[in-house]
């Protein structure tokens, strides 16, 4: 299954009121601060990074210059920049958690998620209520196949923002990977409720139904996935799969060629199309897919040729 590669950021460049300094200093790094997340939220961030980088040079101990300087870093896709600024910050002020959760998110950027998952980790444990910190946690053990404590980090999300249908979505890919399917439709069926816009949550619901047998709401959610998006390969590949556990194999000899005049050199669908037509008993037509489909590279159909075709 595709794992889903959306992040719930929080990237909203804002400010933290640190208390304790009020000198004339510390006025005009706040008004640098102020003028970079100005310049930042109207997309000038060039002149951003200068008005930050003046202000952190004017208060080497301000916290808050640091951390807007790393969200405008990661914004910029610098990522090491970012995480070492995010450090900065921590080493001045450890208590909060958007400057593990910023890091976590850049550490992530760099596929370093043993220490995304460590951030995420630290952050939730500094703020319990932080359901997009347990979101991307959850995704970034998705992404390293530990399923099981992943589905309890959408679980937990989900405790603190109960209209959430990406996590509801991913923990039941979770379940699927986990292969209990029956969980996973549940979850498939209620991300679909929560958000019915969603093609890929029709695709998945798709496919849990075909494992457990339900070929014909597989097929109706596989078209309905067409529908949001034609032209789409995979789904009409399993609209096809569909279609030949029903014994339809007229129509998926249909579908099938719907896939061949959107993707000429589909060995998969050549050889499928051929296997449909020798159901209908057409031996020659599916030896032609089949040689073509051999052609392509495609052992399967190179078997089927020696098997049925004689050649």
């Known amino acids: 299954m595709k ?44 002149s951003a990074l200068r008005d930050l980088d003046k202000a952190v040079l004017t208060d080497s101990g301000s916290a808050e210059a640091f951390y807007n300087r790393g969200v405008l870093k990661y914004e910029m896709q610098d990522y090491q920049g970012a995480i070492n600024d995010f450090n900065r910050v921590l080493d001045l002020r450890k208590s909060y958690a958007e400057p593990f959760f910023h890091r976590a998110l850049a550490k992530d950027a760099l596929k ?3 220490g995304a998952i460590n951030d ?93 047998g339900q070929y014909q709401d597989a097929k109706l959610d596989f078209i309905h996935v067409i529908s949001m998006r034609p032209g789409d390969i995979p789904a009409l590949m399993n609209k096809a799969l569909a279609q030949m556990y029903l014994k339809q194999y007229a129509d998926a000899v249909a579908t099938y060629s719907e896939i061949i005049k959107l993707q000429a ?35 399967k159909a190179r078997s089927y040729l020696v098997k049925y075709c004689k050649k």
């Open 3 to 46: 794992k889903a590669s959306v992040f719930l950021f929080i990237t909203v460049l804002f400010s933290f009121l640190f208390s304790g300094r009020v000198e004339a200093q510390v006025r005009l790094n706040k008004v640098l601060i102020d003028s970079g997340i100005l310049k930042a939220r109207l997309g000038d961030y060039a």
């Open 112 to 114: 370093d998620y043993d």
């Open 120 to 212: 995420y980790t630290r952050a939730v444990a500094l703020k319990a209520d932080f359901p997009d910190a347990f979101y991307n946690k959850g995704l970034d053990l998705m992404e390293m196949g530990n399923y099981t404590e992943a589905m309890m980090n959408f679980t937990r999300a989900l405790q603190y923002k109960p209209v959430f249908p990406e996590a509801i979505y991913n923990r039941g890919l979770c379940s699927y990977n986990l292969k209990d399917y029956t969980a996973a439709i549940r979850d498939f069926n209620e991300a679909i409720k929560t958000d019915s816009m969603q093609a890929d949550y029709y695709s998945s619901r798709g496919v849990a139904l075909a494992a457990t």
């Open 265 to 299: 050199n589909s060995d998969e669908a050549y050889t499928n199309r051929g296997v449909a037509r020798q159901y209908l008993e057409k031996p020659e037509e599916a030896c032609r897919d089949w040689e073509k489909a051999s052609a392509l590279g495609n052992e």
